[in-house]
């Protein structure tokens, strides 16, 4: 009988992408999506399968806030806090951690800046030896957010990070963390060059959104380019990591 992975999509240009999807097919997932974001049918009311019927959930990005006050956002935040309480993994990426940081008691806030590109991370003590985050050795992580979480309380920190902000300043963020056997992460774990281009096309306009200190046409190149040339071991090693998620999770 397959196992059930329900994908939780918060935008139209944000997938699951190749990478991971045939990593859970090869795993004997059958994939169920779930959009949640305005437009699409299941906004209003999250109409999400009974949690016994589930073996997974992998929570994905998109421009909306954690703080929103949209019924369906607070449906989700309620729908993770259950799954994760239940026993059910949890993969959470950006707007999906900060929706699972916030339904375990941390904080979901604005940066003061805005990153669209690839940013190096400080992997923690407890992330390079856990056994789903250690696979990450080269810790440079591709990134689109605004927003940033705090670590919830029982909840470990895997990983942190600077952002640059519109003012010039650096402010510290965590960008990933573990709680049981559910992982969240405040960059994009699940990111294929493919899906990048279809990303510099339809979200351009967030290159803007980084602020004055950035040429949003030159960040856009660059991002485009240094991605090309590291995706082959960037999607690699997050296909590792993603394998030894569903292996820790007792999904073999």
């Not at 309380?153 to 010039?168: I, K, P, S, T």
Request: include cysteine.
């Amino acid at each position: 009988m397959p196992k059930l992975a329900l994908i939780i999509r918060h935008a139209e240009p944000e997938t699951l992408a190749e990478n991971y999807t045939s990593a859970l097919v090869q795993r004997g997932f059958e994939l169920r999506p779930l959009d949640v974001f305005a437009g699409a049918p299941d906004f209003a009311e999250f109409g999400s399968p009974p949690l016994e019927e589930l073996d997974l959930i992998i929570a994905l990005g998109g421009p909306l806030s954690a703080n929103d006050p949209y019924p369906a956002l607070r449906l989700e935040r309620r729908f993770l806090a259950d799954a994760m309480a239940s026993g059910v993994p949890v993969f959470g990426v950006c707007l999906g951690a900060q929706l699972m940081a916030r339904s375990l008691g941390g904080q979901v806030e604005p940066t003061g800046g805005y990153e669209f590109g690839l940013r190096k991370i400080w992997v923690t003590w407890e992330g390079s030896r856990d056994p789903v985050f250690g696979k990450i050795r080269v810790p440079l992580v591709p990134t689109l957010h605004g927003e940033c979480f705090t670590v919830p309380a029982g909840a470990v920190e895997l990983a942190f990070g600077y952002m640059l902000c519109r003012d010039g300043t650096f402010r510290r963020q965590s960008l990933a963390f573990r709680s049981g056997i559910s992982y969240g992460f405040q960059f994009e774990p699940q990111l294929t060059l493919d899906e990048l281009r279809v990303w510099d096309r339809e979200l351009a306009e967030d290159y803007r959104k980084m602020g004055p200190l950035f040429d949003p046409a030159l960040e856009a190149e660059t991002h485009l380019r240094e991605f090309a040339a590291y995706s082959p071991t960037y999607e690699a090693q997050s296909r590792e990591m993603l394998t030894a998620f569903l292996d820790n999770a007792g999904l073999v």
